[in-house]
């Protein structure tokens, strides 16, 4: 019913800066909170940055100041710029998003595929 695609990962040097996008497309009545996650190799997956319907933001201490989530309601699609990257930055990204479903109007939780980042020292 609802599909999140993710795109802009790829492979950057430290320092270096990238942009991943996070479309929602299907039968959606409205998107409320919007999410990144990112799983490490060997590692559990963990929240990054959350923005609220409104604009309200929160992120991982780890990446504050570095990372800005962004979202455009029009279009669906929730973004996440990312600079001065580290190498403990690799990951594979998750945008997760809470949907009120068109056909339902009930709220149900939606992941993407995810999409790869790799940083090198």
């Known amino acids: 019913q609802v599909q999140l695609v993710e795109s802009g990962g790829g492979l950057v040097q430290a320092g270096g800066s990238l942009r991943l996008s996070c479309a929602a497309s299907g039968s959606i009545f409205s998107i409320n909170t919007m999410r990144w996650f990112r799983q490490g190799p060997g590692k559990q997956r963990e929240l990054v940055a959350t923005?609220?319907?409104?604009?309200?933001?929160n992120y991982a201490d780890s990446v504050k100041g570095r990372f800005t989530i962004s979202r455009d309601n029009a279009k669906n699609t929730v973004y996440l710029q990312m600079n001065s990257l580290k190498p403990e930055d690799t990951a594979v990204y998750y945008c997760?998003?809470?949907?009120?479903?068109?056909?339902?109007?009930?709220?149900?939780?939606?992941w993407g595929q995810g999409t790869r980042v790799t940083v090198s020292s």
């Open positions: 923005i609220t319907t409104g604009g309200t933001t």
């Open positions: 997760h998003a809470t949907v009120v479903v068109a056909t339902t109007l009930l709220a149900n939780d939606y």
